[in-house]
């Protein structure tokens, strides 16, 4: 039998990724992109590249180690680049990867809803939330 | 000048809602649907009512408390609706609102991209981690 290498062991194993599978690889990865800080970060990045700072002004309310942590994430995934120009002080830009715009779509798909739908779903927990009250 | 009841307000202000702002409810909406939980029981209540024990058995490796709470989160936002037939033992039913059906869409895309590249991650994430011990 033929010695396989890691990328073909993966290229045969793809279609079994199953999210519903506590112990599958794409479970953690939906755990990773399911996030926020992710979803506003790509949001963000849709636009072009962004210095850090920019980033951080633009996502109100993030702390500096969250949105550290959410661009090394996203950079480790592969979905972001990070490149360090030796100004001074030296400018950190971030863009997105083929795979981070193609991820992107659907994140942006997501924010859009929350901001389109944020008026119902205020009715509706508004409903939810009378109702618990009832003896 | 008119006295304009909620529903009226929320319109008007539809236009205005901005995940990008940290005090906008959009914010917290989208903080409460990007969470890997919410994607995976939007993803099995896609193809229809389920009762809580088969998401339960579906989603492998979920807490009792934990799918509760997603499951009364996704109630009260509008998401699913929750029916309980009296049977022996009661039945508890859920299923996806027209609301609900709208975010499936979105959820189920970021699944789905989750398990196309997982293959792709992977190899990224051994990339970048070679990189990390490298002098």
Known sequence: MA??????????????????LAGCPSRQLLDRISDK?????????????????????????VSQKMLTQTLRSLERDGLVTRTVTPTVPVTVTYELTELGLSLHQMTRGLRDWAQANMGEVLANVEKYDAQEVLP
């Open 3 to 20: 010695t396989r290498n890691a990328a073909q062991k993966r290229a045969q194993a793809k279609v079994e990724y199953n999210a519903f």
């Open 37 to 61: 800080w992710v979803v506003l970060v790509l949001c963000a990045l849709g636009d072009g590249p962004m210095r850090y700072s920019e980033i951080a002004r633009l996502l109100a309310g």
